[in-house]
């Protein structure tokens, strides 16, 4: 078994963790988020715990709160209650870019790319916590700039390869095609240097063999750069096949956790989200 075996233990949070983080500090520790809405409660008691290395999902019929509750845990919503905890530090009150900075990167379900920006500059656009540049040596094109100039495109350009997108480096992300769009907004999150990255229906759009190779790169961005991976997909292939621990969300609330194979038994799960058998 190499070291990112899929062994899974139980830890007193009734959560998951993989063999391998237990003992490490959670990349993300959720600990009952909740919001409301004008008295409408549209996420309740939300709890889930990932490790360092861990890939997770988040799955749940349309209209089940599932990416308001990635608008809570990158700091676009404010909690009503609860806290979202980032590499052990407590996100409340912060706005999106601080609490990015703490290790959160994310995509989005409706692509959110610079359209008329080569995919390089879009990478680029995500390195602005990593470009060490003063104003006045931008301004004047002092030697500093240039230096840091050159090393953000030499990691522009090792991300965009690692993606198998250096070939349209130079092509404005509004013309190049869907699946690689999807593609292009995950290496813009890696390069903000993130501890974990959400991903909001990353397959939505992609056809077989795009979301089987899409499969194949989570798991790469996980064990090259031992990042957590957290993802709401409504493909369940990939989600059984990629995710290590699932948490279900039926009206805001958690109504299952666990590994896959107790997801795909659980009969809250089948009613709630894959459907009930024929003649039940």
């Known amino acids: 078994m190499n070291e990112y075996s899929r062994k899974m233990l139980k830890v007193p949070t009734y959560n998951l963790l993989r063999e391998q983080d237990m003992g490490k500090l959670p990349v993300l520790d959720v600990r009952n988020l909740g919001i409301d809405f004008g008295g409408l409660t549209a996420v309740d008691s939300f709890n889930i715990t990932i490790g360092p290395t861990e890939i997770s999902g988040l799955i749940g019929p349309n209209g089940a709160g599932k990416t308001t509750i990635f608008n809570l845990l990158t700091g676009v919503y404010q909690p009503t209650r609860g ?32 359209s008329e920006m080569t995919a390089l500059d879009n990478v680029k656009v995500g390195m602005h916590n990593e470009i060490k540049c003063s104003f ?27 993606m198998g997108l250096a070939d349209v480096a130079n092509v404005k992300a509004g013309s190049l095609p869907y699946g690689v769009q999807r593609r292009l907004e995950i290496v813009r999150a890696l390069a903000t240097n993130p501890s974990i990255i959400l991903l909001d229906e990353p397959a ?16 790469r961005i996980r ?30 609330r958690i109504i299952a956790k666990g590994t896959p194979e107790e997801i795909r038994q659980n009969p809250a799960v089948i009613e709630a989200y894959l459907g009930k058998e024929d003649g039940e």
């Open 83 to 114: 806290s979202v905890l980032i590499n052990g530090i407590d996100t409340k009150g912060m706005p999106t870019h601080k609490v990015n900075k703490l290790g959160i990167a994310r995509t989005f379900q409706n692509i959110r790319l610079f």
């Open 223 to 252: 064990d090259t750069f031992h990042i957590a991976i957290f993802l709401i997909e409504h493909d369940m292939n990939l989600v059984m096949n990629v995710c290590e621990a699932i948490a279900v969300v039926n009206y805001g």
């Open 136 to 162: 006045v040596s931008s301004l004047l094109h002092l030697p500093s700039y240039h230096k840091a100039e050159k090393a953000a495109n030499e990691k522009a350009m090792e991300l965009l390869d690692f």
């Open 204 to 219: 939505a759009g992609m056809n077989p063999s795009e979301t089987m190779e899409l499969m194949h790169q989570i798991r």
